[in-house]
């Protein structure tokens, strides 16, 4: 079957965000962000302090500075001393920095704001005690273009264990390592993920190498303020979120055994009888996301049309859904009757309504169709090795309460796929999908077996904005 309708669910908000927090709307404003077609004026590095003998400071960009590029952030270098203080002063948030080994050249860590001014003060300290503290003041460019960065998540929203923080680019990115350098992830459980393209430049998704810990709180930021996804192009606000992993809801469902398998909070929770595609319309392999859900949803298939479906909970863009098929309980367990969806009984799916998030993992196994890349949320489609090939660093990301850091790749492969805790057993290899994205041209509408007439439909499918090549 397939869902009849276009509102939104609460699943579906996309949210956008400048540097203040974000507010949870059912459309938040999108992110404006700016490209500069202009070029930085050339300048010097300005330096100044006693004779050679003593500490001598150069602060980059130097005093009077015009039009900076803000990629090249602040550079302040001590020679014949040590850099012991540096303060910077702006109308924006605070600058933060690093100094190197030595103690001798100090670095601001982010991208500067665009249209901003900046006084940078530096204090160095040589042999003897002797000081020397030099200022530069300076100004950056002005953009004169523009480009929106979207979020998926939405503030303080709930998802599942396999939820990606997914942004989209309204321009071409060309610049991939820089972007996936200006990406913090603060977590209050660590662990290990990756920032990874999709088959675009416009799209870049973050996830962890296993399932995310239930109950983790995580906090995201893009310093896209003065940062250049392609020559000229800059952006004009960072984006910050909020959001929180559920509890673990994790199905694996073999459309060969007619059973899936439900775990809650990392137990089983049940061993339903279900229902999947008959064999003109087989449920696809592969380890799929919640997307949304709606009570009732308005599903057309063969001989009936906007049907009033009970529990549906989307995992596919082309309309596959674990929902209530009260109309074919005599055949779950035993027999696929369904045109792509689950079937599942009444109170079973009523429960799994009932706990499931966007984000929450289901895995179909045992199938003769191969999953189709795209078509959903697919990115546990992906082997680990894959997700960093994807990557324009190649670099795993190490999150945690202190921030996030790149650093090579852990040792060893990584599960090929997800599993009921965090990689499908040993003893069931992974189901075959493709990597192939999903054709544009929509499939024959999927349900599961045709149930009878019963009443008005009393509602409209609510879905989340599909990527463009998605099909409803």
Not at 88 to 114: D, E, M, Y
Not at 308 to 313: H, I, L, M
Request: charge should be positive.
């Amino acid at each position: 079957m397939r869902d009849s309708g276009e509102s939104r669910s609460r699943w579906g908000t996309v949210a956008t965000g400048r540097r203040a927090r974000l507010s949870l709307t059912a459309m938040a404003v999108v992110l404006s962000l700016s490209a500069a077609g202009c070029s930085a004026t050339a300048v010097a590095a300005h330096g100044a302090g006693p004779a050679a003998s003593g500490p001598r400071l150069f602060i980059s960009p130097a005093d009077g500075s015009a039009n900076v590029s803000p990629g090249s952030g602040i550079t302040v270098t001590a020679s014949h001393g040590r850099v012991r203080r540096v303060t910077v002063t702006t109308s924006g948030s605070a600058v933060p920095g690093t100094l190197g080994a030595g103690g001798t050249v100090w670095h601001s860590t982010w991208p500067l704001h665009t249209s901003a001014h900046y006084t940078v003060t530096a204090t160095a300290s040589g042999p003897g005690g002797k000081t020397v503290t030099q200022t530069s003041s300076f100004a950056t460019l002005t953009p004169s273009r523009t480009y929106t960065v979207m979020i998926t998540e939405g503030y303080q929203q709930t998802y599942g264990v396999g939820m990606p923080i997914k942004l989209k680019f309204s321009q071409p990115v060309t610049r991939r390592a820089a972007v996936e350098r200006a990406m913090q992830i603060t977590t209050s459980k660590p662990l290990v993920g990756a920032w990874y393209w999709l088959d675009g430049n416009r799209e870049l998704n973050f996830r962890p190498r296993n399932y995310w810990p239930q109950h983790t709180r995580v906090s995201f930021a893009g310093h896209f303020d003065g940062l250049a996804i392609a020559p000229g192009v800059y952006g004009t606000a960072d984006l910050t979120q909020q959001f929180t992993i559920g509890n673990s809801l994790i199905v694996v469902a073999s459309t060969a055994g007619h059973y899936m398998k439900v775990w809650y909070k990392g137990k089983l929770l049940g061993h339903w009888p279900i229902s999947t595609g008959k064999a003109a319309y087989p449920t696809a392999n592969g380890t799929y996301l919640t997307i949304d859900k709606h009570n009732p949803t308005l599903m057309t298939g063969p001989g009936y049309k906007n049907f009033p479906v009970p529990y549906a909970v989307r995992f596919t863009w082309s309309g596959n859904y674990i929902h209530d098929a009260y109309w074919s309980v005599a055949q779950q367990g035993s027999t696929n009757v369904s045109f792509g969806c689950v079937n599942v009984a009444p109170a079973d799916s009523r429960l799994y309504y009932d706990l499931a998030n966007p984000g929450d993992p289901v895995t179909i196994i045992g199938s003769p169709a191969v999953g189709q890349w795209r078509d959903g949320w697919t990115d546990w489609f992906l082997a680990w090795n894959q997700v960093l090939l994807r990557s324009a660093t190649h670099m795993a990301v190490e999150a945690g309460p202190g921030g996030s850091t790149r650093g090579s790749p852990p040792a060893g492969p990584g599960p090929a796929r997800p599993s009921p805790l965090v990689a499908l057993p040993v003893s069931s290899p992974p189901p075959p999908v493709s990597l192939e994205p999903a054709a544009d041209t929509p499939p024959p509408p999927r349900a599961g077996a045709s149930p009878p007439p019963r009443g008005p439909p009393s509602a409209t499918a609510s879905r989340s904005s599909p990527p463009p090549a998605a099909r409803s």
